[in-house]
């Protein structure tokens, strides 16, 4: 089969997939921007391609059998442009990153490393234990809530119990296994969640029903003291709520990995927001890092490999979004 790797995400999976694949295949890199008439060629005849677009302006592939995304979101792709027949899958393999991410950044309100390696540089001893004015406080006080329970929220409740935190959840869908659950939360009633909680973690995708849900009355109904996590989607997350609630002193702190401006052809190296988060002290920025490791790199690789082992063989791949 032809396996087309389109765009600069695609190719990173690209070194040893040869090798993950149970037969030899054709292996073809393309760039983001389909110009000459050969890389177009290449598209429309691909078996297999591994990409986060398709538009109705892409190419259209004359026998393709599987467009897989090699990520979890899926929201590049218009599914009504992929021609009938093909399967369309995503995969995930990034939930242990995205979770060290969030317990980092969690643990980071409460072990100073860097502040206290900082003064001590100076002579400075604020940390020294015995002292009165350098007493922190722990992690395994917090009461975390999370917005989806699926592979990404799943995992941070797991290590957040490990942690001794007490964990909310609230999901779409009902949750059989609730080993790691405090107390349980439908998606429609997670606003009553959120005053209870001392950290919120979004982790839902986007999708029409999760565009703008976390709004302005649901950082009203947040601690003043509450830190906010969004390794989700960026537009869960209203943009001009997250923006003033920070600045208005409504939450403590914001970690925020996904946003709602990125990188492209036209502007390669874009602010995350039309607004100036850049000017608040209360916010850490960052720019969609926290699932992209080498662990998530092989995991995803080897997925993806397996599902084309299955087409190959005839057989339903995994992770199926469209049939």
């Known amino acids: 089969m032809k396996i087309v790797f389109h765009g600069e995400n695609a190719a990173t999976f690209h070194p040893g997939f040869a090798e993950a694949l149970d037969r030899q295949h054709d292996l073809v890199l393309l760039p983001d921007n389909l110009e000459s008439d050969a890389a177009r060629d290449d598209y429309c ?16 592939p004359r026998n393709l059998k599987l467009y897989q995304v090699p990520g979890a979101g899926y929201d590049g792709i218009d599914v009504l442009e992929l021609p009938a027949g093909a399967f369309l899958c995503n995969c995930f393999g990034h939930e242990n990153a995205i979770t060290e991410y969030v317990m980092a950044a969690l643990l980071s ?56 935190l007490t964990v909310h959840v609230a999901n779409r869908s009902h ?10 939360y439908t998606i429609d009633d997670f606003k009553n969640m959120l ?30 003291n509450a830190v ?4 989700g989607r960026g537009g869960v997350v209203d943009e ?54 080498h662990g998530t790199i092989n995991r995803r690789r080897n997925t993806m490999a397996e599902n084309i082992n299955r087409v190959n063989l005839g057989h339903e791949p995994f992770n199926l979004v469209v049939k």
């Open 175 to 184: 949750v059989d296994d609730r080993t790691n659950i405090d107390v349980f």
């Open 109 to 164: 309100r409460h072990v100073p490393l860097v502040d206290a390696d900082r003064r001590l540089r100076q002579g400075d001893w604020k940390y020294w234990a015995g002292g009165p004015g350098g007493v922190r406080t722990e992690l395994g006080n917090t009461v975390i809530g999370i917005l989806g329970y699926g592979h990404i929220g799943s995992m941070i409740a797991q290590r957040a119990k490990a942690f001794g």
């Open 240 to 293: 001009d709520a997250l923006y003033f609630a920070l600045k208005n002193g409504q939450i403590d702190h914001a970690f925020i990995d996904t946003w709602y401006q990125y990188p492209n052809r036209e502007n390669p190296s874009p602010l995350p927001s039309r607004q100036p988060f850049q000017e608040l002290a209360n916010v850490t920025m960052t720019p969609h890092m926290s699932g992209w490791t």
């Open 45 to 60: 005849t691909a078996d297999v391609i591994i990409g986060i677009k398709f538009d109705r302006d892409t190419p259209k």
């Open 195 to 224: 005053p209870k909680v001392d950290a919120v973690v979004n982790t839902l995708p986007l999708t029409t029903t999760t565009t703008g849900l976390v709004d302005q009355t649901a950082f009203a109904s947040m601690k003043k």
């Open 228 to 231: 906010f996590l969004n390794v």
